[in-house]
């Protein structure tokens, strides 16, 4: 249970419905938005970021260095083992959102020539190859179910 004496910062809050799932003590936790006991989610104590609930709130993606450098993982939010779906030891990966429940979004340098410049991909839950999206260098990107897209493009210096 979260206590006050482990001086934890709640961080990267997601909602779905009456659930909101947040990091803290660098693991993913649950709790009802309403208020009330949380639960914790995953148990690899390393640093975490960027959860993003998927549309049917039965998953839960995120970045873990469980084992390194930043990969995505899904959980699922009824429980059990975080699972790594990306090998690319990027820096520069972020978790952008979910396409359908079968594939998240992500923003990552891997394989392109700017390490800085991040292109949106789609990463299937099934292990297959990451789809890069043809939209360009991206820092943000929400697709609507009628087609319509909004992307981010602010780069740093």
């Given at each position: ?49 960027d959860l993003r609930f998927s549309p049917d709130g039965e998953h839960l993606a995120h970045l873990s260095e469980r084992d390194g450098a930043p990969e995505l993982h899904v959980v699922a939010t009824a429980g059990g083992p975080s699972v790594r779906t990306t090998w690319w030891g990027d ?67």
């Amino acid at each position: 249970m979260l206590s006050p004496a482990h001086d934890s910062y709640l961080r990267y809050p997601t909602l779905h419905g009456d659930v909101v799932g947040f990091v803290a003590q660098d693991d993913v936790w649950l709790a009802p938005a309403g208020g009330g006991r949380p639960w914790q989610l995953t148990s690899d104590h390393a640093p975490v970021r960027d959860l993003r609930f998927s549309p049917d709130g039965e998953h839960l993606a995120h970045l873990s260095e469980r084992d390194g450098a930043p990969e995505l993982h899904v959980v699922a939010t009824a429980g059990g083992p975080s699972v790594r779906t990306t090998w690319w030891g990027d820096a520069h990966i972020r978790v952008l959102g979910w396409s359908d429940a079968q594939r998240v979004h992500v923003a990552s340098s891997v394989r392109e020539p700017l390490r800085h410049r991040t292109w949106a991909r789609a990463v299937p839950l099934d292990g297959g190859p990451a789809q890069r999206l043809p939209y360009g260098p991206v820092t943000a990107l929400d697709i609507a179910s009628g087609g319509g897209v909004v992307l981010g493009t602010g780069f740093g210096g």
